[in-house]
């Protein structure tokens, strides 16, 4: 079994609609991560969704199974790091997704997710499902 594994958003929404490619591969690890800003940004889509109830309690069952992983001054600096870098190369990504990446380097966690733009950040591990 693998060690440590963080979830984007977009995975952790494809593991709860019960994608069993997803599953499986998330079997393979001993301890599953969400960023915080997954979390903010999975709590936001079951209060936007049509059965918001249901749905939250759905993502707070992943929520509560899961490590969270906190921002701190060093996420700070390495998300300003990352986004100078990213300016640099003219290859911006959406700020939240800065955020995660930011997380999972300071962490030294890998980051599961279908974002290729992730491919594009420097020190962060990507683990893309066909992986």
């Known amino acids: 079994m693998n060690g440590k ?6 995975i952790a929404i494809k593991f709860l609609n019960g994608d069993t490619a997803i599953d499986s591969f998330l079997s393979n690890y001993s301890e599953i991560y969400l960023p915080v800003i997954v979390v903010g940004e999975l709590i936001y889509g079951a209060l936007n969704s049509k059965h918001a109830e ?17 921002i701190s001054e060093f996420t700070a600096t390495t998300y300003a790091k990352t ?24 962490h030294k966690i890998p980051l599961f997710s279908n974002d290729v733009h992730f491919e594009d950040i420097e020190h962060l591990t990507l683990m893309c499902p066909e992986d």
């Not at 986004?83 to 300071?106: F, H, Q, T, Y």
Request: proline share 4%.
């Open 83 to 106: 986004r100078m870098g990213l300016k640099k190369k003219g290859k911006p990504i959406p700020e939240n997704d800065l955020w995660i990446a930011s997380v999972c380097i300071e």
């Open 54 to 70: 249901q749905n939250l309690e759905r993502h707070k069952r992943l929520i509560h199974r899961s490590k969270i992983l906190e």
């Open 5 to 10: 594994l963080a979830l984007d958003t977009d």
